[in-house]
């Protein structure tokens, strides 16, 4: 059992840079592959990145490949997402996603199935 709960997120414009925290508070956060999603207003929830358990491999979306970056310390339980470079098209409410699967399927199964999600924290890029 894990709670995952986001903060950071918030507005700023075009090209400028956010953080994304997520707390996790349960036992084995070491065990879960982690990940970040997000959904814009009138879309579909869309894969941004993920994590292995013990962060040794990360994942992007294709659209944030180069600008975004997640990462983990397993000794605090907490997950990160660093935002540079934001664009408009990148507003949207960011949840955080927590699962005993590997990154990689967490990823091709676009959080299908994720077992544990936070609440979400709402990202708005001005132009």
């Known amino acids: 059992q894990v709670q995952l709960v986001e903060s950071g997120g918030g507005l700023v414009q075009a090209g400028g840079s956010l953080r994304l925290s997520c707390a996790a508070d349960?036992?084995?956060?070491?065990?879960?592959?982690m990940g970040w999603f997000r959904q814009a207003a009138g879309k579909e929830r869309e894969f941004v990145a993920t994590?292995?358990?013990?962060?040794?491999?990360?994942y992007y979306a294709d659209s944030v490949k180069g600008r975004f970056t997640i990462s983990r310390d397993n000794a605090e339980n907490m997950v990160y997402l660093q935002m540079n470079n934001l664009k408009p098209e990148d507003t949207a409410v960011y949840y955080c996603?927590?699962?005993?699967?590997?990154?990689?399927?967490?990823?091709?199964?676009?959080?299908?199935?994720?077992?544990?999600w936070g609440q979400g924290t709402q990202v708005t890029v001005s132009s």
């Open positions: 994590v292995t358990w013990n962060g040794g491999a990360t």
């Open positions: 349960g036992r084995g956060f070491s065990s879960y592959a």
């Open positions: 996603a927590a699962d005993l699967t590997t990154a990689q399927n967490m990823r091709d199964m676009k959080g299908r199935g994720v077992n544990y």
